[in-house]
């Protein structure tokens, strides 16, 4: 397990598609996150009233500008960075 901060770098419309990206990033040999994916899978199902509207895309900060780049490299939009961030 790495001891290092996690830092979203793409926002999408829905789950499903940030999953996708996710295997984009993976398969370039970049490890990724997609959050909101894991409360689905704790529930056993998509929650009622669409609680997560939004699926994210989140990297270990070592590999936050070559994931950019590789997103970038498949024309995938990208989320501005937050102030906590």
Avoid at 2 to 20: H, N, P, S, W, Y
Avoid at 30 to 48: Q, Y
Avoid at 49 to 72: H, K, M, W, Y
């Amino acid at each position: 397990m790495r001891d290092e901060r996690l830092v979203t770098i793409a926002e999408f419309g829905t789950i499903a598609e940030a999953c996708i990206v996710k295997g984009v990033l993976e398969q370039a040999g970049i490890r990724a996150l997609v959050p909101e994916e894991h409360m689905v899978r704790l529930r056993g199902g998509l929650f009622p009233g669409n609680i997560f509207p939004v699926g994210t895309i989140q990297v270990f900060e070592s590999d936050r500008n070559r994931a950019i780049a590789e997103l970038r490299r498949h024309e995938i939009r990208l989320v501005k960075p937050t102030p906590a961030e």
